[in-house]
């Protein structure tokens, strides 16, 4: 009986992506292959018959995908209609698949090239492929995004982390403080974009204390040179 429970479960949320979601037909086999492999796990490590033994969670970069899945969705959602695309392609990055969501993302725009949503998301895909690394063309998909929806605050928001990933604080910084100062009081994302504003600048603030006291350091001697008399 579990089996088909999870066997119904399963052609219900296939259901619901196809008919309500209205998720493509090109999205059908590859969202209909997700569930039957994720299937397939549980048999293969699923215990349905042991008891329980809830633990703590562990923080790990799936949880930290998954954070800034909810920032990106925070901040979108109304600068776009893609948002069948955008489950498909949510689904394949929480799995670290940055590379398929990227071929998904790009299916996507070109069939809704002014989609500001699956610009950003794309963006994050390159991003996420690279390992945090921003590339020219995550940085194209960033600007693409904000030239369409110049007031989406993803833009700024992943650029700037991205920048801050690869050691360009200032300019990181600046992307942040400019949304900061254009945010709405009450928009969901703000607090968080406040607290890691000021992480930003403690790291810029070490940053330039490291820099001070290797530039009042004394020069080490030349190879081969001799000490100096007392």
Known sequence: MTWVLILVIAL????????????????????????LFGIAGYALQGHPGQPGAPQAPVENARLTDQ??????????AGFGQGQSW??????????????????????????????????????????????G????AAQFAFQKAANIAPDHPGPPFFMGLALAQTGRLAEARVLWAQLLARSPADAPYRPDL???????????????????????????????????QQ
Do not use: C, Y
């Not at 990055?93 to 610009?119: C, E, H, M, N, Y």
């Not at 690394?133 to 020219?136: D, F, N, S, Y």
């Not at 000021?198 to 350091?217: P, T």
């Open 67 to 76: 954070t800034l899945l909810k920032e990106r969705q925070q901040m979108g």
């Open 133 to 136: 690394v921003i590339t020219p």
């Open 86 to 131: 955008l489950i498909l392609a949510d689904a394949l990055t929480r799995q670290g698949q940055f590379g398929a969501a990227s071929d998904v993302l790009r299916k996507a725009i070109a069939k809704s090239p002014q989609d500001a949503d699956l610009w950003v998301a794309l963006g994050n895909a390159l991003v996420g492929h690279t390992e």
């Open 12 to 35: 219900v949320v296939l259901g619901v992506m196809v008919f309500l979601l209205k998720l493509p037909r090109t999205g059908w086999e590859i969202t209909a292959a997700a569930l």
């Open 194 to 228: 406040q607290s890691r504003l000021q992480q930003l600048d403690s790291m810029i603030a070490e940053q330039a204390r490291m820099q001070g006291g290797m530039a009042g350091a004394p020069a080490a001697p030349p190879p081969g040179a001799k000490p100096a």
